[in-house]
């Protein structure tokens, strides 16, 4: 089915295609101006016969606006610039017979790809690739790359969904950046901004205002999946991402932010179903996973193969607020609302999923949070005690490593990596990086000023702290801080990548093949710090785990089965010691 929106080469010459409702008229700018037709529903076409790929244009709206094409597949001159055609279909794929892995082998690596490597590009990253699957690491997850404003930004503010962001170099360079991700067996994932449009180089309120609703997100205006044309503007920028580019999956930003749709099938329900016909007709695994602050498990069945409405996984940001509170002491924000129950939220987090599943959240507004979790299998969570958020929204932006004892993170490491949930690093979290990775942007004028104002207000107790010290967002050098240092690492973080490294080689041997169909487990954490854990596998064996999470040795339980990490506990458990074990 040929996609509504956007220029696409034809044996002719090339279509063009926008829905401009509100537009008295418009015309196409190439080589001149042509008026184009205005069809049903608000539809503009025009056919031009002889053009070819790489021709640029823009479109011109009641002769008084030029705009770029809201679904351009590429934009050479950033957001404000004339799109360029790109014929997807001419790209020569090497790694033709790929069709994926199923969801029970991901080990997620999130990556930001202009900090990624010095280059800061797509290409660059091919040169990392070996490291990644020598790590054990089956799936690369990339921040958003929908073009936004500027050169420098986290992605999470785009404003032309189609086109990967030039900053990290062409349309062709992503795909052999995938491609060779396959040629290796690795997964490569996307992360994608439903919810709202960037405030920079967004022109749809102008010639297509049904797009929005009056009410808004944290980050802008609401969009409006009520309407159908909207609705299938996310879905295909989503079949796009998966057919054009091949990713294997998507991770859908703050799905809570996106507008259920009353009395009919929702754009979540509609884009998995989309999803799996793709994957369907392709015979390819492909995973869609949300980030859900609202912890709504009916959305979820990892086991649903296509997809078919669900979705494989969440981001479970209860088990690393958990976490983090226990590794750091830190009790501000949402933090609060795992203060003094960690012992329990942790094993509720390993057993049955999220923390939150109907409670009550004094963060969330004293209103309940969430469904219960328990009859989800384990896979159905993606677990992390990092992830960009999680640091790049603190002051400093500052990792773990920063903040907690590193026999602390290495027990957290050994638990999360060989628990049955899907398990995420963050870039370079594989060998302990400190590289700060900080929020930044490139925008000018007033918008700049105005996110300079706001972060100095929301961290206000940060620079009456540390003054000079907290990174300025605008500033070209913070984004700089942030890049990964890949050929000087320490004693210590070679013996942090060696840890990883073999946690992750257990997993492939034990834990994955053993995974799919795994019910919730049991978990207790005692007052001592003794958390023990069970599993039952699918092959019927059953996973067990004891580790000491306290800063004193502690007497070691009965534990059966054959040791897979840690050895033989011996009498006593050392701090923050950690053993798992495998049996009948």
């Given amino acids: 089915m040929r996609p509504s929106f956007g220029a696409r080469p034809t044996r002719e010459g090339v279509s063009f295609r926008l829905w401009a409702p509100a537009a008295r008229r418009v015309d196409l700018l190439h080589d001149g101006v042509r008026a184009m037709q205005r069809r049903d529903d608000g539809w503009y076409v025009a056919d031009i016969p002889g053009l ?265 940001d209860d088990y690393h607020h958990v976490w983090h509170v226990m590794l ?28 939150y599943q109907g409670e009550t959240s004094a963060f969330w507004g004293n209103k309940p949070r969430g469904e219960p979790s328990g009859a989800l299998p384990p896979v159905t969570f993606v677990n992390f005690l990092q992830n960009h958020d999680q640091i790049g929204n603190r002051a400093l932006g500052d990792r773990l490593e ?44 007033d918008l700049a000023t105005a996110v300079r104002k706001g972060r100095r207000q929301e961290y206000a107790w940060a620079y009456a702290k540390y003054g000079d010290e907290v990174p300025d967002p605008l500033d070209p050098d913070t984004p700089r801080s942030a890049v990964l240092n890949w050929d000087q690492r320490s004693a210590e973080e070679d013996a942090r990548l060696t840890l990883v490294s073999g946690l992750l080689a257990v997993r492939h041997k034990e834990i994955m093949p053993r995974l799919g169909s795994v019910a919730a487990g049991e978990a207790n954490v005692a007052d001592n710090g003794l958390l023990t854990a069970h599993w039952r596998m699918a092959d019927g064996t059953t996973l067990r785990l004891i580790a000491n999470l306290s800063d004193q040795d502690i007497a070691t339980p009965t534990i059966t089965g054959t040791p897979i990490w840690g050895g033989e506990a011996g009498n006593r458990l050392p701090p923050w010691s950690v053993f798992w074990r495998i049996g009948g």
């Fill in 52 to 316: 070819k790929a790489g021709a640029r244009y823009k479109f011109r709206i009641d002769d008084e606006l030029d705009v770029p094409d809201p679904a351009s597949a590429f934009q050479p001159d950033d957001v404000f610039g004339p799109g360029e055609v790109i014929d997807h279909a001419s790209f020569e794929w090497r790694a033709k017979d790929w069709r994926g892995r199923p969801w029970h082998e991901t080990v997620l690596l999130e990556a930001h790809v202009g900090t990624f490597t010095t280059q800061g590009s797509y290409r660059a990253m091919i040169d990392k690739l070996d490291h990644i699957v020598a790590t054990g690491i089956t799936a690369l997850e990339l921040m958003p790359l929908a073009d936004f404003a500027g050169q420098r930004g986290w992605g999470y503010d785009g404003v032309l969904w189609y086109a990967p962001d030039s900053a990290y170099g062409r349309p062709e360079d992503l795909k052999t950046l995938i491609d060779e991700a396959h040629l290796r067996g690795l997964m490569v994932f996307l992360d994608v901004v439903y919810n709202h449009f960037g405030p920079e180089g967004n022109y749809l309120g102008r010639y297509a205002p049904a797009f929005f609703t009056d009410a808004h997100t944290p980050w802008g205006s609401a969009i409006d999946y009520r309407v159908p044309q909207v609705r299938a503007f996310a879905i295909e920028n989503a079949l796009s991402w998966l057919s054009d580019y091949r990713f294997d999956g998507l991770r859908l930003d703050a799905a809570n932010h996106i507008m259920a749709i009353p009395g009919e099938q929702s754009l979540l329900h509609e884009l998995s179903v989309a999803a799996g016909q793709l994957a369907a007709a392709t015979g390819r695994h492909i995973h869609l996973v949300l980030e859900n602050g609202d912890n709504r498990a009916s959305l979820l069945d990892p086991l649903q193969e296509p997809p078919n409405g669900k979705y494989r996984g969440q981001w479970n």
């Fill in 328 to 355: 750091t002491g830190e009790s501000a924000g949402y933090y609060g609302d795992y203060q003094g129950t960690w012992r329990i939220d942790l094993a509720r987090a390993l057993a049955s999923g999220f923390v």
């Fill in 402 to 445: 920063s903040i907690a004892k590193p026999r602390a993170i290495e027990a957290a490491l050994a638990i999360m990596l060989l628990a049955p949930q899907v398990p995420m690093l963050f870039m370079g979290e594989e060998w302990g990086a400190k590289a700060p990775f900080p929020f930044f942007c490139d925008f000018h004028g």
